[in-house]
């Protein structure tokens, strides 16, 4: 079922994005391809950059992380989000045209030409390795080995129940990323904020997952959520509780005080209220309950930089 309005607009985008109040017609249906209209994406593929920036800083005794580089990762992450979402959207142009909440997608609707669609892609990836290419040599190869998880991820949901772990390796790859363009190389602290932030992107995706368990069992899509079940909310505390404990060794092994161990227990809190408050039957709860995963982030962050700024020096 085609769920497009008159004016194109996504069925799950917010109400009264920007792109719909304010971009030019003609780029409407690519910013909505791109998923301009939902930041929470480029969020929470920005944030694991911001954190190992950060905590990179706070390793090398500065103040803050490098601002050129944090500006670098968000055009970054815009960018390669925009990219990733529409090379998802390609390959599931059918599955997508199937499922309620995504049928009013631009290709499945006929806004976006499939042959305009692969452009697009093209245009930001290019956008994505421009900004690679203003790193050094290390983090340059870095960035390009991620490619390879961000290829096969769509495909994953056809073959397993866990294509929430594939996006955790491709999501979470700024946690190397952003230590790698202080340092030129990597080691254990990047490591465990990596593996911390597969492990939080798995139950962050789980819940965004229960939005389509129904539709995703009749076309045949798996995911954690149909997995888990009835037991998600154990399973999300697991998670959770898996990440703090990958986190806060990295902060250990990256010599970080005590702010950043204050942050970190902050975001314990929020994401225990987030395994309390889950309603996995309720769709409007589970998308609310997935966008807050930005204030999680924010409140890591800001411990890492309170940190950087009380005990540099």
Not at 165 to 175: E, I, K, N, R, Y
Request: proline share 4%.
């Amino acid at each position: 079922m085609n769920e497009t309005n008159q004016s194109g607009m996504v069925a799950d985008a917010p109400k009264s994005n920007w792109v719909d109040r304010f971009a030019p017609e003609w780029l409407k249906p690519y910013a909505r391809l791109a998923r301009w209209d939902r930041p929470i994406g480029w969020w929470l593929l920005f944030l694991p950059c911001l954190w190992s920036a950060t905590l990179a800083a706070d390793a090398k005794g500065f103040y803050l992380p490098n601002l050129w580089h944090i500006a670098l990762f968000w055009i970054g992450s815009v960018a390669m989000r925009g990219a990733g979402c529409t090379y998802n959207d390609l390959v599931d142009r059918d599955i997508d045209a199937a499922v309620a909440r995504t049928a009013s997608r631009p290709i499945p609707s006929g806004q976006v030409s499939v042959a305009g669609a692969k452009v697009f892609l093209v245009l930001q990836a290019l956008a994505g390795l421009l900004v690679l290419l203003q790193f050094n040599i290390f983090t340059i190869w870095l960035g390009i080995a991620s490619l390879g998880f961000v290829a096969a991820y769509p495909f994953m949901k056809r073959i397993t129940d866990w294509p929430q772990l594939v996006l955790g390796l491709a999501f979470s790859w700024g946690a190397l990323v952003g230590w790698a363009a202080l340092f030129g190389s990597l080691s254990l602290a990047p490591v465990c904020l990596y593996l911390g932030g597969i492990l939080w992107t798995i139950g962050y995706d789980t819940i965004y997952a229960h939005q389509d368990k129904e539709d995703d069992a009749v076309v045949g899509v798996r995911s954690t959520a149909l997995l888990f079940g009835a037991a998600t909310r154990y399973w999300l505390i697991a998670f959770y509780g898996g990440a703090t404990l990958l986190f806060g060794l990295g902060f250990i092994l990256a010599d970080a005080g005590l702010f950043a161990f204050g942050g970190l227990v902050a975001g314990l809190a929020h994401l225990a209220w987030q395994a309390i408050r889950l309603d996995i039957d309720n769709a409007d709860d589970c998308l609310r309950l997935f966008k807050s995963n930005r204030d999680y982030g924010l409140i890591l962050f800001a411990g890492l930089l309170a940190d950087a700024l009380i005990t540099a020096g």
